[in-house]
């Protein structure tokens, strides 16, 4: 069946540095929809960003991802981390593969920014 | 204001007894999702409905059951609570489906004792 990958169940880095959380997806679905979700503590999911595209950039509030129909990856990348990008963040699937549309949610990484 | 909005916020309750938790969206939304959100924090899909349309996560237990009246409702009954079902549950709604974004409300706690 469909499924998603987060890999990393907890990342921590220091403010400044790099962010890449991976996902992995699986799917028969030959056109899926990918997103990723964020959680900040004590709120709710929320999206940052999503695609369709196979291999075009797609960015909002700083972070970036890139849909690689090829490799089924769709990494989410920051520059520099901020304190406030600490947050549970989901990566998601969308597909047609049952039939209906269906979104499926990856196990999640909480990343925390240390100063 | 436009948003989703889920009451109670948190709920405790016995083994055994039926809860209902409601759901609005005042977003003129054509779908709405359920989803329970773990203590681990895992989300997964419950129910969504679109024009009339039930899609059933087959691995809900048969003593959950959503019940809409119109396409801004969808509330959440359960039956017969159990110690599993503790978790968040979190309403969403979309445009449509499919790759639409979905926008969540605040969640209900539920705590079964």
């Known amino acids: 069946g469909d499924s998603v990958t987060q890999t990393e169940g907890l990342v921590t880095l220091t403010e400044g540095l790099p962010v890449m959380l991976n996902c992995t997806y699986q799917t028969i679905y030959s056109n899926p929809f990918l997103f990723w979700y964020v959680q900040h503590l004590n709120e709710s999911p929320r999206l940052l960003l999503k695609s369709f595209t196979d291999n075009k950039r797609t960015e909002h509030q700083g972070f970036h991802a890139t849909l690689h129909k090829s490799s089924s990856s769709f990494h989410l990348q920051k520059s520099s981390a901020q304190l406030s990008d600490s947050a549970l963040y989901y990566c998601?699937?969308?597909?047609?593969?049952?039939?209906?549309?269906?979104?499926?949610f990856g196990s999640g990484t909480q990343l925390t920014v240390m100063p | 204001e436009t948003a989703v909005f889920q009451t109670p916020n948190y709920h405790v309750t016995q083994v055994g007894n039926e809860v209902s938790f409601n759901c609005k969206q005042t977003l003129g939304h054509d779908t709405m999702y359920w989803y329970k959100q773990d203590s681990k924090k895992l989300l997964k899909i419950m129910f969504s409905y679109n024009n009339k349309q039930l899609i059933v996560n087959e691995t809900v237990p048969r003593r959950f059951s959503p019940q809409s009246s119109d396409k801004a409702h969808l509330n959440l009954r359960i039956k017969s609570v159990e110690p599993e079902d503790s978790a968040v549950y979190l309403c969403?709604?979309?445009?449509?489906?499919?790759?639409?974004?979905?926008?969540f409300g605040p969640g209900t706690r539920l705590t079964v004792l």
């Open positions: 969403a709604s979309s445009e449509d489906t499919g790759g639409f974004e979905q926008y």
């Open positions: 998601a699937l969308s597909d047609r593969a049952s039939g209906s549309w269906q979104l499926i």
